[in-house]
């Protein structure tokens, strides 16, 4: 069974600049999560979907963050414009009904903003 | 806010000894709790995971210990390998009724000396 896929892998962009991120989860999971994951920490949830709804995005940074997961599979995370503090890597995460099973994560995508 | 937290940032242990993690939480509601295992440029894997209704969970190689009269969780590791090496994460999950989200620790970091 293929994992959470996330594409690019790495991502160096200059401050000011979009960028967006993509995820396709394992499929049937229902429930897909952005995390961000700073140097040495562990990772810190933005947003969660059930199916094509966000039902907890109240760590999202909604002034420049967006996300979307229209047909309730695979899932873009935008940044718009990007700071250099937005440099971390960002993970996406499924799991198969509700938050309180097992997440399974991508292996994320790294960005750099200089 | 309440966090989960590890009591080590490194921990360092020879090939074939068993290794000991520690976490501490803090959120007495939480009744599921993960530990992950990150690899450099990686995202977190799935270790284990154990219920409040239970003490101990054993895996291949790896146990889980919860302690929830201290709040305390560990994971033992026997017959560390080099492939062992990488941050290990606790992680709970908060109730519902308090977000439902997957709260991370710190992380430990791992190094197996051959």
């Known amino acids: 069974e293929a994992g959470v896929v996330q594409s690019p892998r790495y991502k160096i962009i200059e401050k000011k600049q979009p960028v967006a991120f993509w995820c396709n989860p394992i499929?049937?999971?229902?429930?897909l999560y952005w995390y961000r994951q700073n140097l040495g920490q562990g990772p810190e949830l933005l947003i969660r979907y059930e199916n094509e709804e966000a039902v907890d995005d109240s760590q999202l940074p909604k002034d420049r963050f967006s996300a979307e997961r229209l047909k309730g599979v695979d899932s873009t995370l935008k940044i718009q414009p990007a700071e250099l503090g937005d440099s971390a890597v960002y993970l996406c995460?499924?799991?198969?009904?509700?938050?309180?099973?097992?997440?399974?994560f991508g292996p994320g995508t790294r960005l750099l903003v200089l | 806010g309440e966090s989960v937290g590890l009591h080590l940032p490194t921990l360092s242990v020879q090939e074939g000894d068993n290794s000991i993690i520690n976490c501490a939480y803090s959120?007495?509601?939480?009744?599921?709790f993960i530990w992950y295992k990150q690899e450099s440029g990686k995202g977190p894997q799935f270790i284990i995971d154990i219920r409040s209704n239970m003490d101990k969970r054993q895996g291949q190689r790896v146990t889980v210990l919860l302690n929830k009269t201290v709040k305390h969780l560990s994971l033992q590791i026997a017959a560390t390998q080099p492939g062992d090496s990488a941050v290990y994460f606790c992680?709970?999950?908060?109730?519902?009724?308090?977000?439902?989200?997957?709260?991370f620790g710190q992380g430990t970091e791992l190094s197996v000396k051959p």
């Open positions: 992680a709970e999950i908060l109730p519902d009724n308090q977000g439902g989200k997957l709260i």
């Open positions: 499929s049937g999971h229902n429930t």
């Open positions: 995460a499924s799991s198969l009904r509700t938050s309180m099973e097992t997440q399974y």
């Open positions: 959120n007495s509601a939480s009744d599921y």
